[in-house]
Protein backbone atom coordinates (compact mmCIF):
# COMPACT_ATOMS: atom_id res chain seq x y z
CA UNK A 1 0.00 0.00 0.00
CA UNK A 2 1.04 3.10 -0.84
CA UNK A 3 1.56 6.18 1.97
CA UNK A 4 -1.96 7.68 1.37
CA UNK A 5 -3.72 4.01 0.98
CA UNK A 6 -5.40 2.60 4.14
CA UNK A 7 -8.08 -0.10 5.21
CA UNK A 8 -10.50 2.71 7.16
CA UNK A 9 -13.93 1.97 8.53
CA UNK A 10 -15.71 5.10 8.92
CA UNK A 11 -19.15 4.63 10.08
CA UNK A 12 -21.65 6.44 8.40
CA UNK A 13 -23.30 8.04 11.61
CA UNK A 14 -20.35 10.28 11.76
CA UNK A 15 -20.88 11.26 8.54
CA UNK A 16 -21.88 15.26 8.68
CA UNK A 17 -21.51 16.45 5.18
CA UNK A 18 -20.63 15.26 1.67
CA UNK A 19 -19.27 17.87 -1.38
CA UNK A 20 -18.66 16.93 -4.46
CA UNK A 21 -18.64 18.68 -8.25
CA UNK A 22 -19.94 15.23 -9.17
CA UNK A 23 -17.08 14.67 -11.47
CA UNK A 24 -13.61 14.77 -9.96
CA UNK A 25 -13.62 15.41 -6.10
CA UNK A 26 -15.65 13.91 -3.59
CA UNK A 27 -15.06 15.65 0.38
CA UNK A 28 -16.57 13.67 3.25
CA UNK A 29 -16.45 15.25 6.27
CA UNK A 30 -16.47 13.15 9.81
CA UNK A 31 -17.50 14.09 13.44
CA UNK A 32 -15.98 11.06 15.26
CA UNK A 33 -15.74 10.85 18.70
CA UNK A 34 -13.13 13.40 21.20
CA UNK A 35 -10.23 11.65 19.68
CA UNK A 36 -9.52 11.93 16.51
CA UNK A 37 -12.14 14.05 16.28
CA UNK A 38 -12.53 15.72 12.92
CA UNK A 39 -11.79 14.03 9.63
CA UNK A 40 -12.26 14.76 6.31
CA UNK A 41 -11.92 12.42 3.45
CA UNK A 42 -11.21 13.37 -0.18
CA UNK A 43 -11.87 11.12 -2.91
CA UNK A 44 -10.31 12.11 -6.20
CA UNK A 45 -10.69 10.66 -9.92
CA UNK A 46 -13.11 10.86 -12.30
CA UNK A 47 -17.04 10.10 -12.93
CA UNK A 48 -17.34 10.14 -9.41
CA UNK A 49 -21.29 11.38 -9.75
CA UNK A 50 -22.49 7.57 -9.00
CA UNK A 51 -20.19 7.29 -5.77
CA UNK A 52 -21.36 10.11 -4.41
CA UNK A 53 -25.07 9.26 -4.78
CA UNK A 54 -24.09 5.85 -3.46
CA UNK A 55 -22.43 7.47 -0.46
CA UNK A 56 -25.24 9.88 0.80
CA UNK A 57 -27.76 7.63 1.01
CA UNK A 58 -25.49 5.13 2.99
CA UNK A 59 -25.93 2.34 0.21
CA UNK A 60 -21.75 2.69 -0.60
CA UNK A 61 -19.99 -0.16 1.66
CA UNK A 62 -16.36 -0.07 -0.20
CA UNK A 63 -14.60 2.67 -2.08
CA UNK A 64 -11.38 2.00 -3.15
CA UNK A 65 -8.55 3.28 -5.68
CA UNK A 66 -9.95 1.77 -9.00
CA UNK A 67 -8.33 2.68 -12.79
CA UNK A 68 -10.86 0.90 -15.22
CA UNK A 69 -8.25 0.55 -17.44
CA UNK A 70 -6.49 -2.10 -15.74
CA UNK A 71 -9.05 -4.56 -15.64
CA UNK A 72 -11.08 -6.54 -18.28
CA UNK A 73 -14.43 -5.80 -18.87
CA UNK A 74 -15.43 -2.77 -17.45
CA UNK A 75 -17.56 -0.01 -18.48
CA UNK A 76 -17.36 2.66 -20.56
CA UNK A 77 -17.49 5.97 -18.45
CA UNK A 78 -17.02 3.87 -15.10
CA UNK A 79 -15.93 5.90 -12.00
CA UNK A 80 -12.69 6.10 -11.67
CA UNK A 81 -11.04 7.02 -8.30
CA UNK A 82 -7.47 7.76 -8.55
CA UNK A 83 -6.40 8.55 -4.60
CA UNK A 84 -8.25 8.41 -1.24
CA UNK A 85 -6.71 10.76 1.32
CA UNK A 86 -7.37 11.08 5.00
CA UNK A 87 -7.13 14.61 6.20
CA UNK A 88 -7.33 14.91 10.31
CA UNK A 89 -7.00 17.75 12.38
CA UNK A 90 -6.80 17.14 16.06
CA UNK A 91 -8.80 19.55 18.25
CA UNK A 92 -7.00 22.35 19.39
CA UNK A 93 -7.48 21.21 23.11
CA UNK A 94 -6.42 17.58 22.54
CA UNK A 95 -3.24 16.35 24.29
CA UNK A 96 -1.24 13.21 23.02
CA UNK A 97 -0.98 10.49 26.26
Known amino acids: MGPRE ?3 ALPYGYLVKVITDGWSLIRLSFALPPWP ?48 EFISKPPENATHR
Open 37 to 84: GPLVVDIHGEFMGPIADAIVPGTATVVEVFDPAKHIDTQEGAAIVREI
Open 6 to 8: SDK
